[in-house]
């Protein structure tokens, strides 16, 4: 028994050479006719040469009834399935333009808005929802311990094993534990706690807002005199400003633990190894990993809200404002971070 | 129903960017009444009452409710417009955050100086009047969407609004709750004497509640037909308002 998908181009191909005035089909064979034999009966009626006919003899009459409904509902794929319009190159640089400096110009009205928001808390404080804020920093924070511990152990012991290697070779092993201490509080602790924290919870911000966009709640913010930034973005900053530097700091400490793990392998007494990271690691670098990580924090949770207020409408348009909330974090906190070095070089930090 | 018009829709042009949804729409709501506009899907009808609402900005037209004019966008033009207006969205919008009784809280929370027991007290009278006072504390994906309709009335009259907007309000639900959510609008507005401006298609709802109408099409992009339902209901003489009001195909196409 063969199905129309294995006889549909046999029989296009066959129709389309007919030379005869017309051609009969028997129908006894077709035990089954549904939306696709009705499909392949209409198209080898269009098919077929002029002035040739088709047609059809010992035809059920209930599929005669079917192929008679799609008949009716008959509707040209060439008519009604028109290609994309592809823009030329000079309308796509045109609007690919145009797009990016609306993205300028609402990220720079979010900022301001957020701005006033801040202010607002900070002069009625009674105003602001510390209960949504801790919630958040428990989610965003406290949850993330494991995650963030893991990750920066897994950089300390790695980034201690690259560099043991070389350093043995001039005797310089010891010095593994100043790369590590200063590594991780300056650079390594704040950066991948932020980066772990724009994919966990900066993603969760986007998401979160954004289904409050799509089940209408920001319009419901409006209609009651709520301030969506005020009411949804201002607490998640004040808990993601707060959750970073203390996630940081936890960082940096286990980050150190995974380095010295190497080291302890390699018979440093866990004294030796304590006291060279004292020696080498001041309060500076601490303060300086830990104002980075504040300003990181903000960022991300500025930047997953935003791309959540920006969402457009579905589901689909969540998952999008999602993407866009990590995709941008990470560019955010790499441009931030890449300012911090220039800054704390030219302060000699 | 008096005959001060609460609301003055002129010349409204309303859509989205390459969109245009309705032109030129014009129409009164008197205080006191129950106007409701309708029409198939995609005529325009959630896009109208957001532009009422001040939530969409119209491409051209004017909107005054009582002597304000509406203008989307602008801060200082909504704090008037809320202080009388309250809106229940399709599908509830409650804050999902928030059990029932902190979601009708929240507009008292946010305008008056009222200290937490009378807060709670109102917010829990607004909750009996739609029948919910026993599931104040539910958070809203617990409850059912006919109960998320419901508190989201309750939500909008928080701060006793002299106008009531309504998306959709017994749209997906079954007939019974339908009938209910039906029947509080009626009481609200017999007891109250809000005005409600209500967004439906649902017949049912539309003879129940609709005291006016209007009606909106996509093809005409505007207004082709208004008045009493039981009128347009017999109106044969425009095919596409007797066919909707009649259920029937063949006159709609």
Known sequence: ?349 | MDTEAIISVENLTGGYPGIILFENVSFSVYKGERFVILGGSGCGKSTLLKIMTGLVKPMAGKIRIKDGEIEAGTRASKVPLLQYTGVMFQNGALFGSMSLIENVKLPLKEHTCLDRNAMDMIALMKLKLVGLEKFADYMPDRISGGMKKRAAIARAIALDPEILFLDEPSAGLDPVTSAQIDRLVLDLSQTLDITFIVVTHELSSIHMIGQRAIMLDSAEKGIIARGAPEELKRLRENKKVFAFFNRLTDEAE
């Not at chain 1, 007919?18 to 080898?44: E, I, N, R, Y």
């Open chain 1, 1 to 349: 028994m063969h199905g129309t998908a294995a006889i549909w181009e046999h029989a296009v191909t066959r129709i389309r050479s007919v030379k005869k005035d017309g051609v009969v089909f028997d129908m006894t064979d077709v035990h089954a006719f549904d939306s696709a034999g009705a499909a392949l009966v209409l198209t080898l009626e269009k098919s077929i040469p002029e002035p040739g006919t088709i047609d059809f003899v010992h035809f059920d009459e209930k599929h005669e009834q079917t192929l008679n409904l799609f008949r009716k509902n008959y509707a040209d794929p060439e008519h009604f399935l028109l290609a994309p319009e592809k823009d030329d190159i000079p309308t796509y640089t045109g609007k690919k333009t145009v797009s990016f400096f609306k993205e300028v110009f609402h990220a720079v009205a979010f900022t301001g808005e957020l701005s006033r928001a801040v202010f607002k808390s900070i002069l009625h404080p009674r105003l602001f929802r510390w209960r949504e804020s801790l919630h958040v920093f428990d989610k965003a924070g406290i949850n993330a311990l494991f995650i963030v511990g893991l990750i920066s152990f897994i950089v300390g012991l790695v980034m201690a094993f690259q560099a043991a290697i070389p350093m043995r070779m001039f005797g310089a092993e010891i010095y593994v534990a100043d790369l590590i201490g200063l590594a991780m509080t300056r650079e390594l602790g704040p950066l991948m706690t932020a980066i772990v924290l724009a994919g966990r919870s900066g993603s969760a911000f986007a998401a979160e807002t954004g289904t409050m966009k799509i089940n209408e709640e920001i319009d419901a913010m409006y209609t009651i005199g709520i301030d969506p930034v005020f009411f949804i973005v201002v607490p998640r900053v004040f808990a993601a400003a707060l959750a970073t530097p203390l996630l940081t700091v936890f960082a940096d400490f286990i980050g150190i633990a995974g380095g010295g793990m190497v080291l302890f392998s390699m018979d440093h007494p866990v004294s030796v190894y304590t006291a060279q990271i004292l020696n080498r690691v001041t309060g500076m670098d601490m303060i300086g990993g830990l104002i980075k990580s504040v300003v990181f924090g903000i960022l991300i949770a500025a930047t997953g809200c935003f791309r959540g207020l920006q969402t457009e409408s579905g589901p689909g348009g969540v998952g999008v404002a999602t993407t866009k909330s990590v995709v941008s974090s990470i560019v955010i906190i790499a441009v931030a971070d890449a300012l911090f070095s220039i800054l704390y070089y030219i302060l000699e930090i």
